[in-house]
């Protein structure tokens, strides 16, 4: 009598279990990388009514949202995503080494798989009091910036480069003169956050420094939700543009035999409705059309890409934020 | 073993031992085996550098530093609240639970919020020159308040259970308060300190969720081995210098259990002698 209950539960277990797997069989997996929540929660509903109307099948999407490394990893380690959207090319060339998709996957879709762009931007207080124009005010005495752990974050890792970049391109720019600029910068970070979101909760909730490098979506973002009479957005004389790639994980659609459902998910991001869905959510569009509607949302920015200034992202992660790379070497300088 | 209090010992034993095995020893292994496969050179590479070490001397100093004011802290508050009768005590004694119950997210974000220099408390501290959050102090901090409850649940059952006559005894021989706790309550107690002394610290040691988000992470100043670790592996590609410093912290706090254990034992026989 006494064991009864136990039986019970796993008998129940096993039901809930056996329900769970069967509903998958209309069910998509993206997974993400932080700044992107918003985005695809609209999306998936729009994807989800989109698909109904051209094949009569319900679909349900979820997404998983988290640090672009850590979401990548999780993938690594057996998270069955059908989809993967994170912050940059390297978290899924990882993926392709582990054999889970083609290593040719940035060449599978239009723009070497990047539906939609950003670029970095400065998000500064009210009149900018600092009087932050460009790159060089970053280093000013008494200048706090706040960025995330490029380690840690992607999105940090772009604007790890797009200083990087930037003093580069600079008249008798150097790579010894890169690596200064970018040495000071990182001198100027009182807070170095894990995560994208959580060094904007640093600098606009918790008021520490004077400027947060950032996405201009995450700029824009931030702005709309706390009213434009709190913060103004600089935009430098040259950044970088910033392009978060997607793609089908081969071995986990297979699998669940969703692959058809994962390229039309994926198609669905670079179509009108989805390309004006990924402008309402302050990421640059790809198509001419939908740019030109949202031309004033956007600041004219000159950008240089990452594959003008450093190749690839295999090549750009080894030197620069590889164990013992360069953003190593930096932070244990100056001190 | 005759007078097995629980049925079943061959069953219990097994149980347990699958348990610990699954639960605690495979992984544990699993690490050793990974940070054993990596070779001299990722082993050098990843100790002798000066931001590992700094990283390795703030997590151990600051957790040793957290333990003994816990202990403190813990006695205090465990005496007041076994000896005491006051109004809401038992919401006093329910609140100490609450370090253990909380996300260490959570906590870390609440005490972030209240001492950053914005913060309630931060505000105040700010105009005599002390910040405390993305400080070492707020690593301090946060270390403090997620290793408390284990000095004081640790302490409380052995203070209850002291005998008032051995007190009044030596109150009767002359003892003066501060000799009665030094020589008599202190000794009683002091077993029980260690234990308290040494769960605090390995909670310390391994806190992350907490310290992240007080300490501003800055290299060479507020990083911790485990903010470290994390890094390490999210930056994609081979986990084998994550998994050295792993087994560097796991070498570390043996160490440092091993030898609180040889305090208490020299303790206990020091205690008999004496």
């Keep these: ?335 | 073993m005759r007078n097995r209090a629980m049925p079943g010992f061959g069953l219990s034993l097994g149980i347990t031992l699958a348990w610990l095995g699954g639960i605690v020893l495979l992984p544990l292994s699993a690490l050793a085996w990974k940070a054993g496969s990596v070779g001299a050179s990722t082993w050098w590479a990843q100790i002798g550098s000066r931001r590992v070490l700094y990283a390795l001397q703030l997590s151990f100093g600051g957790a040793l530093v957290a333990a003994a004011i816990d202990v403190l802290l813990g006695l205090l508050l465990a005496w007041v609240l076994v000896r005491y009768r006051f109004p809401l005590r038992r919401v006093c004694d329910a609140l100490v639970d609450l370090p253990f119950a909380l996300p260490t997210a959570v906590a870390g974000i609440a005490l972030t919020a209240l001492y950053a220099p914005n913060g309630w408390i931060g505000r105040l501290l700010q105009p005599l020159g002390v910040q405390v959050a993305y400080t070492r102090l707020g690593v301090l901090l946060a270390m403090v308040f997620v290793g408390l409850p284990f000095v004081v649940r640790t302490l409380q059952p052995v203070l209850e259970s002291l005998e008032h006559e051995v007190e009044e005894a030596a109150r009767t021989l002359g003892a003066s308060r501060w000799q009665n706790f030094r020589r008599v309550l202190l000794p009683m107690l002091m077993p029980t300190l260690l234990t308290g002394f040494a769960l605090a610290l390995a909670r310390a040691v391994g806190e992350y969720g907490s310290v992240i988000y007080i300490s501003g992470n800055l290299p060479m100043r507020t990083e911790i081995v485990p903010l470290l670790i994390v890094q390490k592996i999210d930056a994609g590609g081979d986990t084998g210098p994550a998994a050295v410093l792993g087994a560097v912290m796991l070498a570390a706090s043996l160490l440092v259990l091993l030898t609180v254990s040889l305090l208490q034992r020299w303790n206990r026989r020091w205690m008999e002698v004496g």
């Design chain 1, 1 to 335: 009598m006494r064991r009864f209950p136990l039986i019970v539960f796993l008998a129940l277990g096993a039901v809930f279990y056996g329900v769970a797997a069967q509903a998958q069989d209309h069910r998509l997996l993206n997974v993400s990388f932080d700044p992107t929540r918003e985005l695809y929660k609209e999306a998936n509903t729009a994807f989800a009514a989109s698909w109904k109307q051209q094949t009569g099948k319900d679909v349900r999407v979820t997404t998983s949202n988290g640090g672009s490394g850590k979401q990548s990893r999780a993938v690594q380690d057996g998270l069955e995503a059908d989809v993967v959207t994170l912050a940059l090319a390297w978290d899924i060339d990882v993926l392709a080494d582990r054999g889970l998709l083609a290593k040719d996957w940035q060449s599978r879709l239009p723009d070497h798989s990047t539906p939609y762009t950003s670029t970095v931007v400065f998000l500064v207080r009210k009149g900018n009091p600092k009087q932050i124009h460009d790159w060089p005010d970053l280093v000013r005495e008494g200048v706090q910036v706040i960025t995330p752990n490029p380690k840690s974050s992607g999105g940090a890792r772009w604007n790890f480069l797009a200083a990087w970049g930037w003093a580069l391109r600079q008249p008798g720019g150097n790579t010894d003169k890169a690596r200064a600029y970018v040495t000071q910068l990182y001198l100027h970070v009182p807070v170095l956050d894990a995560g994208a979101r959580g060094a904007t909760n640093t600098f606009v909730q918790r008021g520490i420094g004077d400027v947060l490098i950032a996405w201009e979506s995450e700029a824009l973002q931030s702005q709309q939700e706390l009213g434009k009479d709190k913060f103004d957005i600089v935009v430098p004389s040259l950044s970088i543009l910033a392009e978060p790639p997607v793609a089908v994980v081969d071995k986990v659609a297979d699998k669940h035999g969703t692959r058809q459902l994962a390229e039309a998910y994926l198609k669905f991001l670079y179509t009108p409705e989805g390309q004006d869905l990924v402008a309402r959510h302050f990421y640059r569009p790809r198509l001419p059309a939908v740019t030109e509607k949202y031309a004033a949302q956007f600041a004219p920015v000159k950008t240089f890409t990452l594959a003008e200034a450093f190749g690839d992202w295999r090549q750009a992660q080894a030197t620069y934020f590889a164990d013992g790379g360069v953003y190593d070497q930096i932070s244990e300088a100056g001190h």
